[in-house]
């Protein structure tokens, strides 16, 4: 009985290891049958292009890494909340600037620190402008001092899709030379001597095209974002120093208004003073 169940076991046992065998053999397979196919593809797509490939493939991943970047870094939170907005906007509609000022300490975005840096050239003793003049140059000085670190990544985005083409016409050009140079040593066409130096020909220049096709259109899409933002701060606090404006200044502007106008020869006038004298009577 022993030796029986020794025998089964011994045999199931072989048999175990024979099907393992079988199964990571046929695993195997399929995989290294699946590493030729993705082999096939790299080297028909990306390692036929030889050296040249790799500053287009590391264009590539910056090209990708900058506009995920700055889609992350444009965003209206980071430079004009809308909360943030009203807010300042409020205190500054009650003539309180200091409070205004110390809210825009506290907040680390653009808005926040341009009202930080513009709104301390308010000029109380100048009602009829609060020293607008003033303002609006630190405005301009402040916007002039962030543009370099807004745009910066974005002009290196512009920077990638400006020079792959270059780099892939000169894959291209290396290409054709390896081609030609194949031609004079062997002094016949022969498609697969000349297939190498044709793959670095037109892979670089493939690449070099996708690269650019991505990298322009973005640079523009996020530079015009950019712009949109800088110029959505700048106008808020012009709105914010008007609002101030507007209300210390709210009665003599009111003064400054007529009731009515004089309108085609006085006819306009003479209605108005008519029904003046019948309000009185």
């Known amino acids: 009985m022993k030796n029986m169940i020794s025998r089964f076991a011994v045999r199931a046992f072989t048999f175990g290891m024979l099907a393992s065998i079988t199964l990571s053999s046929f695993a195997l397979a399929q995989e290294e049958g699946a590493a030729v196919k993705k082999k096939t593809m790299l080297d028909q797509w990306v390692l036929d292009g030889g050296w040249t490939m790799i500053p287009l493939v590391l264009l590539l991943g910056l090209t990708i890494y900058l506009i995920v970047y700055c889609v992350q870094f444009l965003k209206d939170e980071k430079f004009c909340p809308e909360a943030l907005r009203q807010q300042l906007i409020g205190f500054m509609g009650e003539c309180r600037v200091q409070s205004a000022i110390k809210l825009a300490t506290e907040s680390p975005t653009y808005l926040g620190r341009l009202v930080a840096y513009a709104l301390p050239n308010i000029d109380a003793n100048r009602t009829e402008d609060l020293g607008k003049d003033a303002i609006e140059d630190a405005i301009a000085d402040f916007t002039a001092n962030e543009r370099p670190a807004t745009m910066k990544y974005v002009d290196v985005l512009a920077l990638c899709g400006s020079i792959a083409p270059s780099i892939g016409l000169f894959g291209t050009v290396q290409g054709m030379i ?14 697969s001597e000349l297939a190498g130096s044709i793959s670095v020909a037109l892979l670089t220049t493939f690449w070099g095209l996708i690269i650019s096709i991505i990298a322009i259109p973005a640079f523009f899409l996020l530079k015009k974002k950019a712009q949109a933002l800088e110029a959505a ?25 007529p009731e009515g106008l ?6 306009e006038g003479e209605y108005i003073e008519e029904g003046a004298e019948e309000v009185q009577a």
């Open 178 to 191: 390896g081609a030609f140079a194949v031609l004079a040593n062997s002094g016949q066409a022969d498609p």
């Open 262 to 267: 004089d309108v085609e020869g006085g006819e």
């Open 233 to 257: 701060c700048v106008n808020t606090v012009e709105e914010m120093v008007n609002t101030s404006i507007n209300v210390i200044n709210a009665e003599a502007q009111l003064a400054r208004i």
